[in-house]
């Protein structure tokens, strides 16, 4: 393979290439309770923001499998890894949000390297990151928001806008790596994690989602309407009290048993 085919391959596209005064950057792939995603998209339709770019998914994915349609195979498909820009009309801001419908399973850190390219492009001066922080919290508690910074100077920011420094924690994939590299190229990076259940960590959490994107949208100074994020949220806290409510009543048939079975126990060691 030529140089040149090399480069293509890891190569991102830009088809637009906005010039903002400032500008941010949310970068985000799926992750525990699909916190991430569900900022980055709700964020992404909320603000209209736009498709400016994309990675070439070649070499970084590969295909498992292929769909068929009435008896017709279609071609082979890749995760989407896509670029959307949103500025603000009544200042010089921009905001560039990232999307990763997959995290790939080797090249992550080629992968980051491609976004943190676009971003400097743009003039970004800070990358913004979501996560989930896996803890002991109830459903129905209010999830609360820890933190992390690239620069100890960016904690006071943190503490302001009422996030948890928890001081040592581990964050997991891309939505972690990408503050490593952000650091290594000297941008300043911040993590937001929304605390999820640990017993509920393989459904989507909205409610950490909206727990985050409301800080979020504080620091990076922009107004959303995040009332259809509330009802999302309140929906799935009440499926979850059904499912909670319903897994209880099981364990209960289960390891209980009548009062009228115990007497009949009771009846036979008399016999």
């Known amino acids: ?4 085919n090399e480069s293509t391959k890891y190569s991102a596209i830009l088809r637009e290439q906005p010039s903002p005064e400032s500008c941010s950057l949310l970068a985000s792939w799926p992750g525990i309770g699909n916190v991430s995603l569900l900022v980055a998209k709700y964020l992404k339709e909320k603000l209209g923001a736009e498709e400016i770019g994309e990675i070439n998914p070649i070499g970084f994915f590969e295909p498992g499998g292929i769909l068929v349609r009435d008896n017709i195979v279609e071609s082979p498909s890749f995760p989407k890894s896509k670029f959307y820009y949103w500025q603000d009309d009544k200042a010089s801001k921009g905001l560039l949000i990232f999307i990763g419908e997959e995290q790939p399973s080797t090249k992550g850190y080629e992968l980051i390297n491609q976004v943190l390219n676009v971003a400097q492009k743009l003039n970004v001066n800070r990358i913004y990151s979501c996560a989930a922080a896996v ?3 109830h459903h129905s508690e209010k999830s609360q928001v820890w933190g992390a910074a690239t620069r100890p100077e960016l904690l006071d920011e943190l503490t302001e806008n009422g996030v948890i420094l928890q001081g040592n924690l581990r964050i997991a994939g891309l939505n972690g790596l990408i503050l490593g590299l952000s650091k290594e190229r000297g941008l ?3 993590c937001l994690l929304g605390e999820v259940p ?6 989507s959490n909205p409610k950490a989602s909206l727990a985050v ?3 979020l949208s504080n620091m990076l100074k922009i ?3 995040l009332d259809d994020l509330e009802g999302i949220a309140k929906r799935a ?3 979850m009290e059904r499912i909670a409510k319903r897994a209880t009543a099981e364990f209960i048939d289960q390891f209980t048993e009548p009062i009228w079975e115990q007497g009949e126990y009771e009846d036979d060691e008399e016999d």
């Open 198 to 203: 640990s017993f509920a960590t393989q459904i």
């Open 1 to 4: 393979m030529s140089e040149t």
């Open 188 to 190: 300043d990076g911040i």
């Open 213 to 215: 994107l409301e800080i």
């Open 135 to 137: 803890t002991r919290i």
């Open 223 to 225: 107004d959303v309407n």
């Open 237 to 239: 806290d009440e499926e």
